[in-house]
């Protein structure tokens, strides 16, 4: 099996975490994969453009940010095996207000929303495993509203060492300080506290 064989092979064990699936229904899911690579510092897409791709990432990190009084506030990051999709643009027609971008050399398979309504249409069976990664996605949006709004920064930053090491272990400290709403500095010090404990 070629490296394309076994990136294919991820995605379908992936999706087996969520349904049974029949060989047929694989074999036309499958088909509707187109496979992208990224270099380092290259856009999925930007805010203010429309997109209806759903993206399942294979190998880097992408990160989702926007423009706020000019600085960059890093929203999310979506390494190996994570799914990614613009909800709000793919769902509305209207245009992202994020930005997709990639922070290291980023290998995607991505299909488009039409793709994945055709794939709705053969029965419960895919409704479901759109519905669970939905429910997923908006899980943790909302525990990640939750952290920022009752505990500090450390204790944030804690809970990222514990459920979320790539963020810590990949991440540039300023993007990471973006992501948890502090300072790079604030950061700099949480760590050395943490590190002398």
């Not at 856009?43 to 989702?64: D, Q, S, V």
């Not at 190996?80 to 994020?98: F, H, N, Q, R, V």
């Not at 991440?171 to 760590?191: C, F, G, M, N």
Request: aromatic fraction near 12%; proline fraction near 3%; glycine fraction near 4%.
């Amino acid at each position: 099996m070629d490296k394309s064989d076994q990136s294919v092979e991820r995605v379908k064990k992936d999706i087996s975490r969520y349904i049974e699936l029949p060989e047929e229904e694989w074999l036309l899911f499958k088909s509707h994969l187109n496979f992208l690579a990224l270099q380092k510092g290259e856009f999925l897409h930007k805010a203010g453009n429309k997109t209806n791709r759903i993206y399942f990432t294979l190998k880097g990190c992408i990160r989702t940010y926007n423009l706020k009084d000019g600085k960059e506030k890093n929203y999310n990051f979506h390494f190996e095996d994570d799914w990614y999709a613009p909800y709000y643009s793919i769902l509305t027609d209207k245009a992202c207000s994020l930005n997709a971008q990639a922070i290291e050399d980023t290998e995607l398979f991505y299909l488009t929303i039409q793709d994945l309504n055709q794939m709705y249409e053969l029965g419960k069976n895919w409704q479901k495993l759109g519905r669970l990664l939905a429910e997923k996605v908006f899980i943790e949006k909302e525990k990640k509203e939750e952290q920022l709004r009752f505990n500090n920064p450390e204790e944030h930053y804690k809970l990222l060492l514990m459920e979320k090491p790539r963020f810590v272990n990949r991440v540039q400290q300023y993007h990471l300080a973006s992501y948890l709403d502090i300072s790079p500095e604030t950061l700099s010090r949480i760590r050395n506290r943490l590190r002398n404990q």
